[in-house]
């Protein structure tokens, strides 16, 4: 492993962008506000604000999607650059996280959304036939996840996979252990499958989950790693959040 200076330094970028996430309390008083205008002005006062920029209440909702995937994986690479040369493929590989639902629609629906085919991302995947889908993404970025193709798979479970691989062969058993306990806390796949609240509390204890352990496991390489998978789920909060407003805005009131 690195030596405890490394980790130091790493530490404490790590807390400080730790403490700039959105608190419970945050988030409360967010949900609360229906309209988009006062949301966006709300959230800006918050540690949210960089993600914020360039938003308008008019910003089409896929543009709003596509900003917040770029600077998740700008913050993942950049978190990827602060760890020691052997992780830094592995924490960079969770910059594809954020874009698993995404890809999993388009290996399983014949017509995806016409958002996807005007989408710079994958617009070249969503124009081709759904059988040629996966070879396809065997020759892009995300071609580790080409084997999911044509196969009921949960991509997450194809994502873990690859990222196994790309840890380095000298690392720590406790981390080794507590990689597999990450895996096993996922809720599930298909959210189809659990009614809405049973959906909300799997989600409700993964977060709490991935919080007591970037506490509890610090100054490791997999302290970079837990703080990426928290911010993915803020992200994942935060579209939903303005989604809703975007697409669903509270009725006028009237005159």
């Known amino acids: ?3 405890s200076g490394r980790y130091d330094y790493i530490q404490t970028r790590l807390q400080a962008r730790h403490g700039q996430r959105p608190t419970a309390a945050t988030w409360q008083r967010l949900t609360a506000l229906r309209d988009l205008s006062l949301f966006l002005q709300t959230a800006r006062s918050s540690g949210l604000r960089p993600w914020l920029e360039g938003f308008a ?3 089409p909702p896929h543009r709003m999607e596509q900003l917040l995937r770029q600077r998740f994986r700008a913050e993942a690479q950049l978190v990827a650059s602060w760890q020691p040369r052997a992780w830094q493929a592995a924490t960079a590989w969770i910059a594809h996280w ?5 890809l999993g629609g388009l290996l399983r629906l014949e017509q995806p ?3 996807m085919r005007e ?5 070249p995947l969503a124009e ?12 892009s970025r995300w071609a580790a996840l080409a084997p999911a193709a044509g196969r009921s798979i949960d991509l997450r479970r194809v994502w873990f996979a690859r990222w196994r691989r790309l840890w380095p062969q000298q690392r720590d058993k406790q981390l080794e252990l507590l990689a597999t306990a990450l895996q096993q806390q996922l809720p599930q796949g298909d959210a189809t499958a659990t009614s809405p609240a049973a959906d909300a509390a ?3 204890h993964w977060r709490s989950w991935l919080k007591f352990r970037f506490r509890q496991h610090t100054r490791s390489p997999l302290t970079p790693m837990l703080y990426l998978f928290m911010l993915a789920q803020d992200v994942e909060r935060l579209r ?6 975007r697409l669903f805005p509270p009725p006028a009131e009237a005159a």
């Open 57 to 59: 209440p008019d910003t």
């Open 98 to 102: 954020i874009d698993l639902p995404a």
């Open 202 to 204: 799997a989600r409700e």
């Open 128 to 139: 081709l036939p759904r059988a040629a889908r996966g070879e396809a993404m065997s020759h």
């Open 113 to 115: 959304p016409a958002w």
């Open 240 to 245: 939903g959040e303005l989604l809703q407003r």
């Open 1 to 3: 492993m690195a030596d």
């Open 119 to 123: 989408d710079p991302d994958y617009g």
